[in-house]
């Protein structure tokens, strides 16, 4: 079946431009991450939907990020007026409920957006 | 910045070693995931841990939870060529479902 997608795969942008990045969470998911992930280190958490609901979205790194998840199914992470520090592949997760109804703490990322700001 | 400390850092393996790394934190982890990435691509799950003592493998695998539920160790028996590549250790905590990573064990090929 189809896995998580992200586009675009890669976006360069001007320092001060507005960027939107998209993901395709895996059919029937109803959780879904964003994470950051600078060269050379691990993804560190932005934000979390279940559903439609932003339920945390104590990693955003500052109010030009901003994340939104309408239809309970696509996402769209958006930072305004980039800057240099923006520069990092943004990863995509999303995890199933399980039959029990208990949410899986499994997480199955996408490609992942390579951001540069220049 | 990471909260879980993996060790080592880069190794190099021969085709047919066995290999071992491990994922250390200074609080209490409920669930511990290991991923593996390749340049360019997401992350990709190989195994996750749910209790304290757990030993769960995935064919050449193996990946245990510690018993004090602040570690985790992952074993790579007979490795192969295309076992290259980042591996990253994840935990969750007892409430929320965000994960945090490690920095990573960069696994390469004795030339």
């Known amino acids: 079946g189809a896995g998580v997608s992200q586009s675009p795969r890669y976006k360069v942008a001007k320092r001060g431009q507005d960027v939107a990045l998209r993901c395709d969470p895996i059919s029937g998911h109803v959780s879904l991450f964003w994470y950051q992930q600078a060269l050379g280190q691990g993804p560190e958490f932005l934000t979390y939907f279940q559903n439609e609901a932003q339920l945390d979205k104590s990693g955003l790194p500052s109010d030009r990020f901003f994340a939104e998840r309408p239809e309970g199914s696509v996402s769209t992470l958006k930072i305004q007026r980039t800057q240099q520090e923006d520069s990092a592949v943004y990863l995509c997760?999303?995890?199933?409920?399980?039959?029990?109804?208990?949410?899986?703490?499994?997480?199955?990322f996408g490609p992942g957006t390579r951001l540069t700001v220049t | 910045g990471q909260q879980l400390n993996q060790s080592p850092q880069s190794m190099f393996i021969q085709e047919g070693e066995d290999v071992s790394m491990n994922c250390t934190s200074s609080?209490?982890?409920?669930?511990w995931l290991w991923y593996k990435q390749d340049p360019g691509e997401g992350p990709v799950l190989l195994i996750a841990?749910?209790?304290?003592?757990e030993l769960t493998s995935n064919g050449r695998l193996t990946a245990q939870f510690g018993i004090t539920r602040k570690d985790s160790f992952l074993n790579i028996s007979a490795s192969i060529p295309s076992d290259v590549g980042i591996y990253f250790c994840a935990g969750r905590r007892e409430y929320g479902n965000k994960l945090v990573f490690g920095a990573g064990t960069i696994l390469r090929v004795k030339s």
């Open positions: 997760a999303s995890s199933p409920v399980l039959f029990s109804g208990r949410e899986s703490y499994e997480q199955y």
């Open positions: 609080s209490i982890f409920n669930t």
């Open positions: 841990l749910y209790k304290a003592g």
